[in-house]
């Protein structure tokens, strides 16, 4: 009977030991994923941040050239198209950290509503357009036709960009759908 107990004994302390590792690992590989994450978050934060600024003054000159707007104007749109896309890269980063993978149903209004802001600045800089070509004379009425001209070529160019960047961001909501099945299982 005390040869049992002690048999006993020893493959009890075995298997402990056995999940006791098994454990172990499991946390650092837990952690080591959790740093991973945070890395990378990290990351992503100071390079929005140090391209944010660069991003604005580019847009702001970007509106003010091809829409002929005036600064205030301009940098009123920049900061709104600006604080749309923060606010996806904010929710994006919730979806991320898993805080909060409610925000995944919300991405697709995110982007409707940066596509409306992008929109209603098009609408904008082609009533200013239009407007200043009223009244003027026949060289004037050239000079604006020419200018006219580079102005639609640099819309049909950014009507490219933007639909790039919206196949890009369909793309995202693609991976950010599979990632967020994958963390369902």
């Known amino acids: 009977m005390d040869e049992f107990f002690t048999s006993l004994l020893v493959l009890g302390t075995q ?19 959790r740093n991973r994450d945070k890395n990378i978050t990290k990351k992503f934060i100071s ?9 604005k003054s580019n847009l ?7 829409f002929q707007m ?15 896309e923060k606010e996806i890269c904010n929710n994006v980063l919730q979806i ?15 982007l409707n509503n940066l596509t409306k802001t992008y929109h209603d600045l098009a609408m904008v ?20 036709r020419s200018e006219n001209k580079i102005i639609k070529e640099d819309n049909e160019r950014l009507k490219e960009d933007l639909k790039k960047a919206l196949e890009s961001i369909d793309y ?3 991976q ?10």
């Not at 702001?60 to 091809?66: G, K, R």
């Open 15 to 33: 298997f402990g030991i056995f999940v006791g590792v098994i454990l172990f690992v499991i946390v650092f590989l837990a952690f080591r994923k």
């Open 47 to 55: 390079d929005y941040k140090e391209l944010s600024n660069e991003r």
């Open 60 to 66: 702001e000159s970007v509106i003010t050239d091809v």
């Open 70 to 84: 005036n600064n205030s104007v301009s940098e009123e749109y920049a900061t709104l198209i600006l604080k749309k």
């Open 96 to 110: 991320f950290s898993g805080k909060d993978k409610k925000l995944l149903l919300q991405l697709q209004d995110d």
């Open 125 to 144: 800089g082609k009533t200013a357009t239009t407007s200043s070509d009223e009244g003027t004379d026949s060289k004037d009425v050239e000079r604006l």
């Open 172 to 174: 995202l909501q693609v």
């Open 176 to 185: 950010y759908t599979d990632l967020f099945e994958k963390n369902q299982n």
